[in-house]
């Protein structure tokens, strides 16, 4: 046995026997392996990118968050775009940022975001020991971690096999199609195009887990419902809206998002009346609707009596859950006379995931590059020829 080891086994059982000098080797030994064990550098077998818009933290990010937003052509198309879209941010800046200072001073879409990947990795390396060590990535458009920064992470990790994991369970090209483009572009750009083995998760509206998950958190909002009025609760299930510009190109959005209701209200045996609203218009181009505002004040009229909203495009809480739902919709509703309530978002509920975990370890078993058909598939009338290489690029590794 080496001096070295014996020194550490004194240390546990008989410090007392050691001088001070090898006490102290000792205890940097003990302190040393320790601190290997917790912080491991072994390269994960598989990686996982979260993909997402992300949400400023702070109220100092709210600005380059706007500005990252609104010079996207992907996303809105101006006139002289990095112009007008920077000033279009400087003018909304203040108004935002009073909005994120009353949900606690900023989005909490990265706290969610990493502590559901944590625990999904946790799941992953039970479920999937020959796809372990698993280890989770943040791959946001608009905030920090942004893509770019995400791939040099990935690369010094040592990172071979990835997975590109979009958290918008309804596939639309202003969202997963702009984060894979903006991955792809980031890939060129810094000449990582085959440094990572690739497969995408670019959609997964009707998975079973997050139809059950959903149906879970619906039960558990209409129990806040008296008995008597439960079951004429209306469902107003709000997601966010889309311009029409968009979904007349092909964008398979607003299809997808009914998909996912259709099949929570089968889930809920069709137990109650529902509706599909639309929230979150930006600008004076016409968007979907009804608007979430507008069917509030239009089943007012009409004599309901009770509403949950289900934020059913969501994983997670951010502004369009904690301030437009929480603080507009349901006082307006309230105002008018009806008794409102929101479903809890997905956040962090175990049943959900174990949804995330179910999904990458069935695609993994899968060997596919790609999770669904139509991810190959440009909108009939796209014009984006960036949505034309980076889906021959993850179609076709």
């Known amino acids: 046995v080496s001096t070295q080891s014996t020194g550490v ?37 598989t990686a996982i990118m979260m993909l997402n818009l992300g949400g400023p933290g702070t109220q100092g990010e709210v600005r380059p968050f706007l500005e990252r937003l609104f010079t996207d052509r992907e996303i809105l198309k101006l006139p002289f775009q990095e112009q007008t879209g920077r000033f279009i941010a400087f003018r909304r800046s203040p108004g935002v940022a009073a909005q994120y200072a009353l949900i606690g001073g900023g989005s909490p879409i990265r ?15 039970k479920k999937s020991p020959e796809t372990a060590p698993h280890k989770f990535y943040i791959g946001f458009r608009y905030a920090d971690p942004l893509t ?12 071979k096999r990835a997975i590109a994991f979009s958290q918008y369970p309804q596939y639309s090209c202003s969202t997963t199609g702009s984060s894979l483009n903006e991955l792809y572009r ?24 997050l139809i059950q998950s959903f149906v879970n958190l619906v039960k558990e909002g209409l129990e806040k419902f008296s008995p008597e009025a439960r079951k004429d609760v209306v469902l107003l299930f709000s997601a966010h809206s889309l311009p029409l510009k968009v979904v007349n190109r092909g964008d398979p959005y607003p299809a997808e998002v009914a ?3 259709y099949k929570v209200m089968e889930g809920l045996g069709f137990s109650n009346p529902y509706r599909l609203v639309w929230q979150s218009k930006v600008g004076p181009l016409p968007w979907l609707e009804p608007s979430t505002e507008k069917a509030v004040h239009g089943l007012a009229n009409i004599g309901t009596k009770n509403v949950l909203f289900v934020p059913i495009v969501f994983t997670s809480d951010h502004i ?27 956040n962090v509920e175990p049943f959900f995931i174990e949804t995330l975990a179910d999904i990458v370890q069935e695609h993994l078993k899968s060997g596919l590059k790609y999770s669904h058909t139509q991810l190959k598939q440009r909108c009939p009338l796209c014009t984006n020829e ?7 690029y993850f179609c076709d590794l």
């Open 9 to 45: 086994v004194l240390y546990f059982f008989y410090p007392k026997m050691l001088t001070g000098t090898v006490r102290n080797l000792a205890k940097k030994r003990v302190v040393k392996k320790v601190w290997k064990a917790q912080y491991s550098t072994q390269s994960p077998k």
């Open 111 to 125: 706290k969610f975001t990493e502590q559901q990947g944590k625990l999904m990795i946790d799941l992953l390396d």
């Open 148 to 159: 770019q920064d995400t791939l040099l992470q990935m690369k010094a990790d040592g990172v």
């Open 186 to 209: 980031q890939l060129l750009k810094l000449n990582m195009l085959d440094t990572f083995n690739w497969s995408v998760i670019d959609r997964w509206p009707t998975h079973s887990g």
């Open 259 to 261: 998909a996912s209701v």
């Open 320 to 346: 369009e859950t904690l301030y437009e739902i929480d603080m507009l919709y349901i006082p307006a509703a309230q105002k008018l006379g009806l008794v409102a309530h929101r479903a809890k978002s997905l």
């Open 386 to 392: 960036w949505c034309a290489t980076s889906k021959q």
